[in-house]
């Protein structure tokens, strides 16, 4: 599969790349979806494939993950708090607690900046 078969001049491969962007960012959402789901219904192997693919995508496409979507870095869960990650405030951090015991400590952010 490449980029070829769309079109040679350079307009034609400036489209392309718009709309293998749109494309990639409408499968990573549909994965990273998926991939939630199969963790609230106890099929981690899935989970993690879903996750894998939506990060190959991403290299491909040229996109991101979706900001508000968490996984763990070691394990390449989805984090799902309350079902295989622990949450809590302590001061001004979060942390966050894997399945896996992986640790993260991240500042909250206050979200009403003025
Ligand atoms: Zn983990």
Not at 69 to 79: S, T, V
Not at 88 to 112: A, H, N
Request: one cysteine or more; charged letters at 30%.
């Amino acid at each position: 599969m490449g980029l070829s078969v769309v079109g040679v001049d350079r307009m034609a491969k400036h489209i392309a790349r718009k709309d293998l962007r749109k494309l990639g960012d409408e499968r990573v959402g549909i994965l990273v979806q998926l991939s939630r789901e199969a963790v609230k219904e106890g099929y981690n192997d899935r989970a993690r494939r879903y996750v894998e693919l939506a990060r190959a995508i991403c290299g491909k496409a040229q996109t991101e993950m979706p900001r508000d979507f968490r996984y763990c870095r070691k394990c390449l869960l989805p984090l799902v708090p309350g079902i295989n990650c622990k949450v809590r405030l302590t001061g001004s951090k979060i942390v966050s607690e894997c399945g896996c015991g992986t640790v993260w400590r991240m500042p909250y952010l206050k979200e009403q900046r003025k």
